[in-house]
């Protein structure tokens, strides 16, 4: 069975970083492509970018490029993905989903708030 | 970007009713399109994808068509768990973009 374990919620000062945790299971995690999408509360879903655990190539939306640093962990089967210099607009749910297809993460809730 | 302009906002409708919805990409984008439905507190569901293909379990109330910039969702007979957001999605060109969604809820 595939199955997405992200980290658990997490609550922020204004100006750190986070960095959250997708574990993979149940297929070969260098086989797919992992995203990474967000919403914020009572809001749609955004596109943040995506990385190949197979060799830790990566691609953000514009808007992410200087928020976001996705990573993969072969050994662990694990994806991350770091937000820095976070801010009120930071706050929101992440997850994280294989190639964006049936297999989604529960969603990381990031609270920012001093 | 590819905008994808999903239509309508919002919408009530009844058990058993037809529902359509619509997905308007700003670009050709072929037929990399999938739809997805979350309903409140889960995460999303990927329904359709390729544009007309359903996900394995996908009740085939459920139907997707078109390609190049017009798309649309398709319930042919609205059950009582299908209230939900639906969101379109391309896939086509980097940076992937989702429509804003459509509300479906029942009278």
């Known amino acids: 069975e595939v199955l997405l374990q992200q980290s658990g919620a997490e609550l922020v000062r204004p100006g750190s970083s986070v960095k959250i945790s997708c574990k993979a299971s149940g297929y070969t995690f260098t086989d797919y492509y992992m995203h990474w999408v967000k919403q914020r509360p009572e809001q749609g879903l955004v596109w943040i970018g995506r990385i190949n655990p197979a060799n830790g190539n990566t691609v953000y939306a514009e808007k992410f490029k200087s928020k976001a640093t996705l990573t993969a962990d072969k050994s662990s089967n694990t994806a991350y993905m770091q937000l820095s210099s976070l801010t009120s607009e930071d706050t929101a749910t992440y997850f994280c989903?294989?190639?964006?297809?049936?297999?989604w993460g529960q969603g990381v809730m990031v609270t920012v708030s001093s | 970007n590819t905008v994808m302009t999903q239509s309508p906002t919002s919408m009530f409708t009844s058990v058993g009713d037809r529902v359509t919805m619509s997905c308007k990409a700003s670009?050709?984008?072929?037929?990399?399109v999938g739809w997805y439905q979350q309903k409140t507190g889960q995460s999303p569901k990927r329904l359709i994808y390729w544009a007309s293909n359903r996900d394995t379990g996908v009740p085939d109330r459920f139907t997707g068509s078109g390609s190049g910039t017009d798309f649309t969702l398709t319930i042919s007979n609205m059950q009582a768990e299908d209230p939900a957001i639906y969101y379109c999605?391309?896939?086509?060109?980097?940076?992937?973009?989702f429509g804003a969604g459509t509300k479906l809820e029942l009278k």
């Open positions: 989903t294989r190639r964006l297809s049936g297999y």
């Open positions: 670009q050709n984008v072929g037929i990399n």
């Open positions: 999605l391309q896939h086509n060109s980097y940076p992937y973009t």
